[in-house]
């Protein structure tokens, strides 16, 4: 089993950065790999990245790519997300999720989740 708790969202302007924690409980986070995912309000929760147990592999959404870091300290049980440029579109509840080893872009590949913290920005 393992437990995630997300931090770092809020309000932040277009253009502005955020980062987003990821913090798990459990020996075996390491063990897992990791994604972000978001969900705006009246849509379906969507990839945003994923990263890889090792963290040697990671992936983006086309929408975030560029813009969007994810990572991770198996060290400290923590995931990252560093978000910069933000745009108004990018608002959303933002969920991390571990599961397969490897990671990856669907919903059905992660059966641990967090609550989700809420990114708002500004026009």
């Known amino acids: 089993q393992v437990q995630l708790v997300e931090s770092g969202g809020g309000l932040v302007q277009a253009g502005g950065s955020l980062r987003l924690s990821c913090a798990a409980s459990?020996?075996?986070?390491?063990?897992?790999?990791m994604g972000w995912f978001r969900q705006a309000p009246g849509k379906d929760r969507e990839f945003v990245a994923t990263?890889?147990?090792?963290?040697?592999?990671?992936d983006y959404a086309e929408s975030v790519k560029g813009r969007f870091t994810i990572s991770r300290d198996n060290a400290k049980n923590t995931g990252y997300l560093q978000m910069m440029n933000l745009k108004p579109e990018d608002t959303a509840v933002y969920y991390c999720?571990?599961?397969?080893?490897?990671?990856?872009?669907?919903?059905?590949?992660?059966?641990?989740w967090g609550q989700g913290t809420q990114v708002t920005v500004s026009s």
């Open positions: 999720a571990a599961g397969y080893a490897s990671g990856g872009r669907f919903v059905i590949s992660y059966p641990y």
């Open positions: 459990g020996r075996t986070f390491s063990t897992y790999g």
């Open positions: 990263i890889s147990w090792t963290g040697g592999s990671v």
